[in-house]
C-alpha cells in the first residue's frame, strides 16, 4: 500500500492524505481519524524522507553509544534502550544510535544532530561537570538527561533516581541490625550516580558514628566478574567487612559467588545489599539466598524518558520537566543481624 492507492480507497487527494497523517491542522478531525483507520488497517506506513520533507521533522530520537575494544556492551544500558525503544515503535519513531570514541563523544553528538536524522537527543551515563550538556544545548534540539551532572546548574531536563538515598537506606537498614564494618562495591565514580551513591552511605555512617575506611569502597565495573574480585578483596581485609552494600545486581552476583566460595552464609556471616536495576534475567528473589535490595526499574527510566522527549517533538515545546524518583527498599534474606 502506498501514499496514491491510499488516497484512491478513500477518496481522498494525496496532498489531504498526507497532511492528515503528518498532523496539519487544516485537516478537519473526522477526516484524520478516517484516513488514521485506514492506514491501520492497510497497514501503510508513510515514506520517511518524504515525511522529513513534508514535515521538517525526521521522526527519530537519537543518541550517542561509546564503542571500542575496551569498551563493553553493559546489560544496563540494553534494559534502558529496550524502554526508549517501546515507546518509539509505539509513535511509529525510529531510534537512531551513533557510535563514537568514548573520548571523543561531543564530536559524534554534533554529527549526529548536523545530519538532520533526528529530531531530539538523549544523553545518559553523565559525569561530573559532564561537557555533553553544553554541546547538546548548543545545537538547538530538545534533549533530555538521565542523571545529573554534579557541578553544573541543574538547569536542563533530566529523569534520575536519589542515589544518595540508593545507599543512604541501604546503610540505614544495615545499621538498625546493629552492623558497624561495612564495605562498598560501588560502579566507577567517573559516573555521577556512583558518586552520589558513596555521598549517601558515607553520610548516613557519619550520622550514626560509623568511620567508613576509604579502602573499603571499590568503584568496578558492574559485572559478574568484577564484583567476584571485589568482594574477594572485602574479605581479605584484617577486619572484613560484615555488611557490604552493591551498586547493581550483577555486581552482587559476583559478590555472592566469592562469598560462598569462603564457606560463609550470606544473611548470617556477612550481609549484602544491592541496587535493583528490575534486569528480567537476573531477579534478586530468585537467588539462593533472596537478596534486598533497593529497587527502580530501568526500563521504565528508559520509557518515561522517551514519552518526554517524544512528546517535546511532537508538541514543539522546549522539555523542562525534572524528575527525580526514589528507589524502594525490599527486604529479604541476605540482611541479616550483625554475627556475634
Same mark, same amino acid.
Given at each position: 500500500m502506498n501514499l496514491k492507492q491510499l488516497s484512491e480507497m478513500l477518496g481522498l487527494s494525496q496532498t489531504t492524505v498526507s497532511r492528515a497523517l503528518n498532523g496539519f491542522p487544516e485537516v478537519s478531525e473526522a477526516t484524520r481519524q478516517r484516513v488514521l483507520a485506514a492506514a491501520e488497517k492497510t497497514g501503510y506506513?508513510?515514506?520517511? $524522507?518524504?515525511?522529513?520533507?513534508?514535515? &521538517?521533522? $525526521?521522526?527519530?530520537?537519537?543518541?550517542?553509544?561509546?564503542?571500542?575494544?575496551?569498551?563493553?556492551?553493559?546489560?544496563?544500558?540494553?534494559?534502558?534502550?529496550?524502554? /526508549?525503544?517501546?515507546?518509539?515503535?509505539?509513535?511509529? *519513531?525510529? =531510534?537512531?544510535?551513533?557510535?563514537?570514541?568514548?573520548?571523543?563523544?561531543?564530536? $559524534? /553528538?554534533?554529527?549526529?544532530?548536523?545530519?538532520?536524522?533526528?529530531?531530539?537527543?538523549?544523553i545518559g551515563y553523565l559525569r561530573?561537570?559532564?561537557?555533553?550538556?553544553?554541546?547538546?544545548?548548543?545545537?538547538?534540539?530538545?534533549? /533530555?538527561?538521565?542523571?545529573?551532572?554534579?557541578?553544573?546548574?541543574?538547569?536542563?531536563? *533530566?529523569?534520575?533516581?536519589?542515589?544518595?538515598?540508593? =545507599?543512604?537506606? $541501604?546503610?540505614?537498614?544495615?545499621?538498625?541490625? &546493629?552492623?558497624?564494618? =561495612?564495605?562498598? /562495591?560501588?560502579a566507577p565514580e567517573e559516573f555521577d550516580f556512583a558518586l552520589r551513591r558513596r555521598q549517601g552511605a558515607e553520610n548516613r555512617l557519619r550520622e550514626a558514628g560509623i568511620a567508613l575506611d576509604p579502602s573499603a569502597c571499590l568503584a568496578v565495573p558492574m559485572t559478574d566478574d568484577q564484583g567476584y574480585r571485589a568482594m574477594n578483596a572485602l574479605l581479605d581485609r584484617p577486619a572484613r567487612p560484615t555488611a557490604v552494600l552493591c551498586s547493581s545486581t550483577a555486581q552482587a552476583l559476583g559478590a555472592v559467588r566469592a562469598i560462598y566460595a569462603r564457606g560463609l552464609k550470606l544473611g548470617r556471616d556477612i550481609s549484602l545489599t544491592t541496587h535493583d536495576d528490575d534486569l528480567p534475567l537476573l531477579k534478586p528473589e530468585n537467588f539462593s539466598v533472596p537478596l534486598t535490595t533497593t529497587r527502580s526499574s530501568l526500563r521504565a527510566a528508559g520509557v518515561r524518558i522517551a514519552e518526554r522527549l517524544i512528546g517535546v517533538i511532537e508538541n514543539g515545546r522546549e522539555p523542562d520537566l525534572q524528575e527525580i524518583w526514589h528507589a524502594a527498599l525490599v527486604r529479604r534474606a541476605s540482611t541479616g543481624p550483625v554475627p556475634d
Open positions: 506506513r508513510p515514506n520517511k $524522507a518524504a515525511q522529513r520533507l513534508a514535515t &521538517g521533522r $525526521a521522526r527519530s530520537i537519537g543518541l550517542v553509544m561509546p564503542t571500542s575494544s575496551e569498551h563493553h556492551f553493559d546489560v544496563h544500558f540494553g534494559e534502558f534502550l529496550s524502554g /526508549i525503544g517501546e515507546v518509539a515503535l509505539k509513535h511509529d *519513531f525510529h =531510534f537512531v544510535i551513533m557510535p563514537a570514541d568514548p573520548h571523543d563523544e561531543e564530536k $559524534a /553528538i554534533r554529527r549526529l544532530a548536523s545530519s538532520g536524522s533526528v529530531d531530539g537527543l538523549y561530573a561537570g559532564d561537557p555533553r550538556i553544553a554541546t547538546t544545548r548548543s545545537l538547538g534540539l530538545p534533549f /533530555i538527561v538521565h542523571g545529573r551532572s554534579a557541578g553544573l546548574p541543574e538547569d536542563y531536563a *533530566f529523569l534520575d533516581i536519589d542515589n544518595e538515598a540508593v =545507599f543512604r537506606d $541501604a546503610a540505614d537498614h544495615m545499621i538498625d541490625l &546493629g552492623h558497624r564494618r =561495612f564495605g562498598l /562495591i560501588n
